[in-house]
């Protein structure tokens, strides 16, 4: 057998409704269960109350009575307030009625012996037909004790005026309840309308703006509440959305321009290889292996920052050296003018993915020998806040002091960089710098003595593989 669902969902005749029907709707229902909850409270208070006030009555007559039959002062007919709804019998022990008030039976008592035997002094209810009332009566049965033995005096009120307050009341409760909630219920269909009136606002807003690089925002309401906040948190999604789409479309902009300049030129040397072959380069193959070349580390930069873009922030899990990193790439560096000196402290170590932190390394190193002049430097410590910290200097042009911070914008070459046959497709310092904070830590350009100098700063591991405390 299946699991039955923890929650069931709506059923679909509700689903359908608007939130404003739905809210005015279960509010009624609130309010309606809450009347009807006070009016049986109402009703059945005002009901106790007016029997305990019958009961009071019944008692005093039935005391009073019973005073003057024990004072052997007893006249016939009783005397009692309001004939008619009082009547009171006074029965001897073998249940024959010595005397009785105006309008009560003379002969045959209220009670019968059996009822009178388990009757104490404690008030309850009578079929009133017995003296032909339509309603109950509320009898009392109180002991008196004369010269002539005990006597027992009943006393009976009948609660038709009872019954009458409590049907007046009812009938004003049927009438009033359901005009009240009605009422209720267009006042909460207003209140609701009026307060939901900014949440259309905001849709209207929201199905006007379209995918156009127009940049639009949605209309706040003037009320600083829940739904003001819920607007401003759309904008800045819209903001955030907007320079999103922006740096998409400059940097698919940039990619087709980086990418038609090498396949213009293959296309332009296989144009004069086909209609001209006798004037085709010699060195035509080397020159479209060259193309192709860098053609090809472009589709690759391009994949990568791809690839960091849909996972920002995330890097696999993994201690790594970062000198013996470092000393890898630096080895399989082709020889040439410059020369690179390795200064590795072997206890440098980090968390995160080992290719791409080699991909760092690589990207930082390919950028320092294009420019040196004749040396590199690349050095790998630990600093004593708890980094481990990665630097490659050159003693090339460097880096001007405006633009440290523009060299790590994608598809940026400096002016000494321009040249495409020594200059990159300026992503590699962009790939850096996002795998860097992918890690963790920070890749920035600072100044150095001459040349330019490169810094990566990532979160050191300790020995025990916890991170270096700062």
Same mark, same amino acid.
């Given at each position: 057998m ?18 404003? %029907? ?58 009692v ?23 009560s ?21 009578l ?39 409590v ?8 009438i ?8 209720? #219920? ?6 609701v ?28 309401? %003037?009320a ?20 999103? %789409? ?9 990619? @087709? ?14 144009e004069? %290889? ?43 899990? $993994?201690?790594?050296?970062? $000198? ?41 190193l ?7 002049s ?63 904070? @992918?890690?963790? $830590? ?6 150095? #003595? ?21």
């Amino acid at each position: 057998m299946t699991e039955e669902p923890a929650k069931r969902a709506a059923p679909g005749w509700w689903r359908r409704l608007s939130l404003r %029907a739905r809210l005015t709707t279960l509010a009624s229902l609130v309010v309606a269960a809450g009347l009807l909850a006070g009016s049986l409270l109402l009703v059945g208070s005002l009901e106790r109350s007016l029997i305990a006030a019958v009961d009071t009555t019944a008692r005093q007559r039935a005391q009073d009575v019973a005073a003057l039959a024990a004072s052997d002062r007893l006249p016939d007919p009783i005397p009692v307030a309001g004939a008619g709804t009082v009547l009171v019998q006074v029965v001897d022990s073998r249940n024959r009625v010595v005397a009785a008030s105006v309008g009560s039976d003379r002969a045959v008592p209220l009670l019968s012996r059996a009822e009178l035997a388990a009757a104490d002094r404690t008030p309850r209810f009578l079929d009133g037909g017995r003296i032909g009332e339509r309603e109950p009566l509320r009898v009392i049965a109180w002991p008196a004790r004369t010269g002539s033995g005990t006597q027992t005096v009943i006393a009976a009120v009948s609660v038709t005026s009872v019954a009458d307050s409590v049907r007046v009341i009812e009938v004003g409760l049927l009438i009033g309840g359901p005009l009240l909630l009605a009422l209720f #219920a267009a006042i909460a269909w207003v209140t609701v309308g009026w307060t939901l009136r900014p949440v259309a606002t905001l849709r209207r807003g929201a199905a006007e703006i379209t995918g156009t690089g127009e940049a639009r925002r949605l209309p706040l309401p %003037a009320a600083d509440d829940e739904i003001h906040r819920l607007g401003v948190t759309l904008n800045s999604m819209l903001d955030r959305l907007d320079q999103a %789409a922006t740096r998409q479309r400059g940097f698919v902009a940039d990619a @087709a321009h980086e990418l038609r300049s090498p396949l213009a030129s293959m296309r332009a040397q296989l144009e004069v %290889a086909v209609l001209h072959p006798d004037q085709a380069s010699p060195g035509l193959a080397a020159d479209l292996l060259a193309d192709t070349l860098r053609l090809g580390r472009m589709v690759e930069d391009l994949l990568a920052l791809a690839r960091l873009d849909e996972r920002p922030g995330q890097a696999e899990s $993994g201690e790594v050296e970062l $000198g013996e990193v470092a000393r890898e790439v630096a080895e399989r560096l082709p020889a040439g003018a410059a020369e690179v000196r390795l200064d590795l402290d072997g206890g440098a170590r980090v968390r995160g993915d080992r290719v791409a932190l080699g991909r760092v390394v690589q990207n930082l190193l390919d950028n320092a020998v294009r420019y040196a002049s004749t040396r590199v430097d690349v050095s790998v410590a630990s600093s004593a806040d708890g980094l481990a910290v990665l630097a490659v200097a050159d003693d090339g042009p460097g880096i001007p002091e405006p633009d440290r911070e523009r060299v790590f914008e994608r598809f940026t070459r400096l002016d000494d960089a321009r040249s495409r046959d020594r200059g990159g497709a300026g992503l590699g310092l962009a790939i850096a710098r996002e795998i860097v904070r @992918a890690h963790g $830590g920070e890749l920035t350009a600072e100044q150095a #003595a001459s040349g330019a100098l490169l810094v990566a700063r990532l979160p050191a591991e300790t020995p025990a593989g916890g991170r270096a405390a700062g």
